[in-house]
């Protein structure tokens, strides 16, 4: 499984590309907004920080509009991929873009056959939203489910399975067994997934013995 970091925080999005983890960043209007920066110096700078894909998220809400957005974008830097809502306009844009051959990632995703019309508009990535479907009550990853397996049914489906919205390490490890391809993982999920009490007891225990091995240092 592919891991995407999803922030606008360059200082954590450079914590974790140092850890040699990162496969891509994901942003969205909001992380842009919290950021505190212009969109253009934060997804500039995102992209000289890690080489996989960044998403940068349209806000148009026309297709010829986002198309004059996403072809800006697009000329930033090589790894920009285009992030566009699930919406006709957005399909459409998605379209246009795939056969230009822009990158994109169809976001806003909360069903398997939005997922369908997705991977036929020719998305690169489609970014269900788990997180906020378990807000609802309902099963997330039971969505994860569905996508994965109805575009395993066609092989000539490439469209990448990115789920988004991930609350806890949970939903990684869920998402994996599903055989989803890429998460995109808050900082905070990111440090608890490397956790685990019985490791942190574990190097203590033999960084203790260590001190008894003679000539050690
Ligand atoms: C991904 O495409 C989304 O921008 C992000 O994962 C949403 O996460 P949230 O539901 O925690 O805002």
């Known amino acids: 499984m592919k891991f995407f970091i999803d922030t606008a925080d360059t200082d954590q999005i450079r914590a974790a590309a140092a850890i040699g983890v990162l496969d891509g960043v994901n942003t969205n209007p909001s992380l842009i907004a919290k950021s ?6 934060v997804i500039v700078e995102i992209c000289e920080l890690v080489d996989g894909p960044v998403s940068a998220e349209v806000t148009a809400t026309e297709t010829e509009a986002m198309l004059d957005e996403a072809r800006e974008y697009a000329s930033w830097a090589d790894n920009v991929i285009i992030k566009l809502p699930l919406i006709p306009e ?5 379209k246009t873009l795939s056969d230009e051959g822009v990158g994109t990632n169809v976001t806003l995703c909360f069903s398997a056959n939005q997922a369908l019309l997705a ?3 020719g998305a690169t990535y489609i970014s269900p939203f788990i997180g906020r479907l378990d807000d609802l009550g309902h099963e997330g990853m039971d969505v994860i489910a569905e996508i994965v397996t109805a575009y395993d049914n066609y092989p000539e489906i490439d469209t990448e399975v990115l789920v988004a919205s991930i609350r806890h390490p949970r939903h990684v490890t869920d998402a994996a067994l599903i055989g989803a391809d890429v998460a995109t993982v808050p900082p905070s999920v990111i440090d608890k997934m490397f956790k ?4 942190d007891i574990g190097l203590e225990k033999f960084l203790a013995d ?3 091995v003679p000539g050690a240092s």
């Open 36 to 41: 505190g920066r212009p969109f253009k110096d």
């Open 90 to 94: 957005g399909l459409r844009a998605c």
């Open 196 to 199: 685990h009490p019985m490791t």
């Open 210 to 212: 260590w001190e008894d």
């Open 119 to 121: 991977a036929r508009a």
